[in-house]
């Protein structure tokens, strides 16, 4: 489900997948186009992605140019949205490289259609630049490996996730993060986020 939302000003936002919030010169340049055929202005958002505002007419002209340059509507509602990285291996303080392996994460996950909402971030390092625990799945880089953490969410009631592994390995994260769908999924009911499975449910079913 594209992330294509009504404002309250008459326009409509329309949200670039930007993974991990990283654009080329020449998407950025096209991106700028675009906003400057719709409403004038853009907004970053949380979830490091670009929202260009627009007319409802002008969501098909969005989409079309964004393809030009390798880009396209970032998913909304009850998906995998994209996933948030961090520097990475281009910040000094970096375990691991949290940009990359986010990158990695997203072109896998991002767009999955869930039961709720289901938010991914990748820390390089336990500054925990992209806040992992305010997400449903949040990964923290240490010198052995990923911190893996489960069940947190921002919004009107701030959960934050909880650990269930350690030293897991950049190559392993993509099976990890399937597992933990495959347990959520079948441990969920109706709308449930992983939050709500982990407060009713204990953490332990994700272990
Ligand atoms: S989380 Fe660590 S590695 Fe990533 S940008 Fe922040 S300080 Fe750098």
Same mark, same amino acid.
């Given at each position: ?10 326009? +409509?936002?329309?949200?670039?997948? +930007?993974?991990? %919030? ?22 970053? +958002? +949380? ?6 505002? *627009? ?6 002209? $969005? ?5 030009? $340059? ?6 909304? =509602?009850? *998906? ?11 910040? &000094?303080? #970096?375990?691991?490289? %949290? ?12 767009? &999955? ?9 990748? #820390? ?9 625990? #305010?997400?449903?799945?949040?990964? $923290? =880089? *240490? ?15 701030? $959960? ?25 999924? #079948? ?21």
């Amino acid at each position: 489900m594209d992330c294509v939302i009504k404002q309250t000003n008459g326009t +409509t936002a329309v949200a670039v997948a +930007t993974p991990a %919030g990283l654009v080329t010169g020449e998407q950025l340049a096209k991106i700028a186009e675009l906003v400057k055929q719709g409403a004038g202005l853009a907004k970053f +958002t +949380t979830g490091q992605r670009i929202v260009i505002l *627009t007319g409802a007419d002008q969501v098909q002209a $969005v989409r079309d140019g964004l393809a030009e $340059v390798g880009l396209s509507i970032g998913p909304g =509602g009850k *998906t995998i949205r994209n996933v948030k990285g961090c520097a990475g291996s281009l910040c &000094r303080y #970096s375990a691991q490289d %949290g940009l990359q392996d986010a990158l990695a994460l997203d072109k896998i996950f991002a767009g &999955r259609s869930m039961p709720a909402t289901l938010k991914i971030a990748v #820390s390089g390092c336990p500054r925990n630049c992209m806040e992992s625990q #305010s997400n449903d799945i949040g990964f $923290v =880089g *240490t010198p052995s490996g990923y911190k893996v953490y489960v069940g947190g969410r921002g919004g009107r009631k701030q $959960v934050l996730g909880q650990l269930i592994r350690e030293g897991v390995k950049p190559e392993d994260l993509p099976a990890l993060v399937e597992e933990i769908i495959a347990k959520y999924l #079948s441990a969920t009911k109706g709308k449930e986020r992983i939050s709500h499975v982990v407060e009713k449910q204990g953490v332990e079913i994700f272990k």
